[in-house]
């Protein structure tokens, strides 16, 4: 082409449409990529500074899916934690049903009037373990035929009473009155008896003077120093006396092995026996015809246990067993924080920003490090103090888990801080990006336009600066 020669005009013509088309180009490609930088060659510091800048964004939108990993795991622990805590509040309402709850087995039993000395009532099973409490005679009488009062002839006769107590040495010397009635006479017995140690009980009943004595023993009336006393009141042999209902009850009731255990009341003459216990208690020195005899073997009766609690028992070991399971179950993407294991973050780039996560001391959340008992029996229920036992458990362990969802919750919304964080420096990363290299398309478009309209016009000049050519053309012609 070299060889072909154009005018001054058309050539300056011609580049400057070269340059037009150029730029054209230029404009358009950038329209075309909404880019102002699309490479190395168009800006090499730009274009640099904009590759970093998005590099970085780059890494920060892959940690930041680890973050939002990291919060649903977070989540998921939560999610078992409050889980647990329900379960945990449930168990104490069971224990709380089986403390207010008093429906204890009873049976009522006949007092027998033929127990002899010796002859007991025994509890075996239920929460007692073995215990017999005695029924037989624990007291003789001796009655007076003497009406009063003490007549002249009688004023300062003495007699004395023995109840072969201790070493059968103590006595007491009474003295009678002239004048003295049998409330008189009773009085000064229980004086004298009672300082002398003795556990005798003189009573008037029904217009007869009874000695009583609450020992085994046989009562001995002797004739004092002033011999007739004796003669006068005229003492009738000893005759045994079986306890009494009442008598019974105080001394079932007093007997520390079976507090809390069983407990017994007078039902109209009756001995009540009621079985504080989850189990079966069976009862001996009990007839088939349900009386007292105190020689009937053991399991001849048996009171029912507690059923009620019983069952609540069961209620507790399967809310137990959902606690452990709860544990088990709070997993996400393979990763279970309730059972120890650590949750690691990073926050940036370079690793110099993380966060671990786990358990205190690295320990599964279960019942066992909770200190929930293993596994509930029923017998487990029978005493009250027991039950505020596990109830004080109960709560320690509620406290623990409500201070571990706590740090979780702490530790949940660092991650969502900072997965926050992020996510505005990866947008800020990218806008300075773009600053750098994208294009203002409203500028690249008039830009555009303007150099159309350029194109159309040089196009136009060109044409006529041809015409001289074409001049020359019809001249030879």
Do not use: H
């Amino acid at each position: 082409m070299s060889d072909i020669s154009l005018s001054k005009a058309v050539r300056s013509n011609l580049l400057s449409l070269k340059g037009t088309a150029d730029m054209m180009a230029s404009t358009q490609n950038r329209l075309a990529t909404g880019n102002k930088v699309n490479s190395a060659l168009d800006n090499p510091s730009s274009w640099f500074t904009a590759k970093g800048l998005t590099n970085r964004a780059s890494d920060l939108g892959s940690l930041l899916d680890s973050m939002a990993n990291g919060v649903k795991t977070l989540e998921a622990a939560d999610n078992g934690l409050s889980a647990m805590t329900k379960t945990l509040e449930s168990m104490q309402s069971t224990l709380r049903q089986a403390r207010q709850d008093k429906s204890f087995q009873t049976a009522s039993y006949t007092m027998d009037t033929v127990a002899a000395a010796g002859d007991k009532i025994s509890f075996q099973g239920g929460a007692v373990g073995s215990t017999a409490v005695d029924v037989g005679t624990v007291k003789t009488e001796k009655v007076s035929s003497f009406t009063g009062p003490v007549e002249a002839a009688d004023d300062g006769k003495q007699f004395t009473i023995d109840n072969g107590a201790a070493d059968g040495t103590i006595t007491a010397d009474i003295t009678l009155n002239t004048g003295d009635t049998l409330e008189t006479i009773a009085s000064k017995i229980n004086t004298a008896t009672e300082a002398a140690g003795q556990d005798t009980v003189a009573t008037v009943e029904d217009g007869v003077l009874k000695l009583t004595s609450q020992s085994n023993a046989a009562l001995t009336i002797a004739e004092g120093t002033v011999t007739g006393g004796a003669a006068v009141l005229a003492f009738g042999t000893d005759a045994t006396v079986n306890k009494t209902a009442d008598e019974l009850v105080s001394q079932i009731n007093a007997n520390a092995s079976l507090e809390g255990k069983i407990r017994a009341s007078n039902d109209n003459g009756k001995l009540r026996i009621e079985n504080q216990s989850t189990q079966k208690l069976d009862v001996g020195g009990v007839s088939s015809s349900g009386a007292i005899d105190g020689t009937s073997t053991i399991g001849t009766a048996s009171i029912a246990g507690n059923s009620v609690r019983a069952g609540l028992a069961d209620q507790f070991n399967e809310l137990r067993d959902q606690l452990d399971k709860l544990a088990d179950d709070a997993t996400f993407n393979g990763i279970n924080l309730l059972r120890g294991d650590k949750l690691a973050i990073t926050f940036n780039e370079t690793g110099t920003s993380s966060i671990d996560i786990q358990t205190k001391d690295g320990e599964t959340i279960n019942s066992a490090n909770l200190g929930v008992s293993t596994t509930m029996e029923a017998k487990d229920l029978d005493s009250d103090t027991n039950i505020d036992a596990e109830l004080a458990k109960l709560k320690s362990a509620l406290n623990e888990v409500r201070s571990q969802a706590s740090t979780f919750g702490s530790n949940l919304s660092i991650v969502e801080n900072r997965q926050t964080f992020t996510d505005s420096m990866i947008n800020t990363l990218e806008d300075g990006a773009g600053n750098l290299t994208l294009a203002d398309m409203n500028t690249e478009a008039a830009n555009l336009l303007a150099l159309q309209t350029r194109q159309s016009l040089s196009q136009n000049s060109l044409s006529l600066a041809s015409q001289a050519d074409q001049s020359i053309l019809q001249l030879i012609r």
